[in-house]
């Protein structure tokens, strides 16, 4: 009988370290191209950031991370979390991310191990081969060559009539103008000088 229930107890511990995958995908309408990342102190987990990066650059999704306040130009942008946990070496068994565009929630991935991965072997596995497929799911309706069309149908700056940018009151024109302003300046297109004047222009008007 104790045969029994030992075996028992053992797939118990196996079905419970099953791993969940929880994805609601980024809809290919909001033409996202780039993407800001708050930088999170708390997460521990190592190259999980650099994972992630390149997972969005597999899809042609370019990113930056910040601290501090989100920039104006970043209309999308994305905060994430990850934990760790140890059974004789640690590994992550929890990963959100959440993207928003301004305070809209647009995409949200989520990595579990149930169990914290019970008897299971992959628990120990690298956090690319862990997040890689859920990034995928989440932006599975991008593909390089589709955020490529995104990024050449903004105005570039040969194609303004005037190189200063017209200062609106709306505030979706002022991030649209301080996002092309940002390309420009990534591109070459202008100088740090540059950007940093018109910059200053555009959010003093």
């Known amino acids: 009988m104790s045969f029994i229930k030992g075996v028992l107890l053992m797939c118990v511990l196996v079905l419970a370290g099953c791993t969940s995958i929880d994805v609601s995908k980024l809809d290919a309408s909001h033409e996202v191209y780039h993407v800001c990342i708050k930088d999170n102190p708390d997460v521990v987990v190592g190259n999980f950031l650099g994972v992630v990066q390149n997972g969005f650059m597999r ?9 501090g306040d989100r920039p104006p130009y970043c209309e999308y942008h994305m905060t994430y979390t990850a934990l760790k946990t140890w059974d004789m070496a640690t590994y992550m068994h929890h990963a959100e991310l959440r993207l928003f565009r301004e305070n809209a929630q647009v995409g949200y991935a989520e990595y579990h191990l149930n169990g914290k991965g019970g008897l299971k072997l992959n628990k120990w596995a690298g956090v690319d081969s862990k997040m890689d497929p859920v990034i995928d799911r989440l932006l599975s309706d991008y593909t390089p060559e589709m955020v490529d069309t995104f990024r050449e149908a903004i105005p570039r700056k040969g194609e303004m009539a005037d190189k ?42």
């Open 59 to 67: 899809h042609g999704i370019t990113t930056e991370v910040y601290t």
């Open 164 to 205: 200063s940018l017209s200062p609106t009151s709306s505030e979706s024109d002022l991030t649209r103008q301080l996002r092309q302003l940002k390309d420009w300046f990534d591109e070459g297109l202008i100088n740090q000088e540059e950007y940093d004047a018109e910059r200053s222009e555009l959010l003093g008007s």
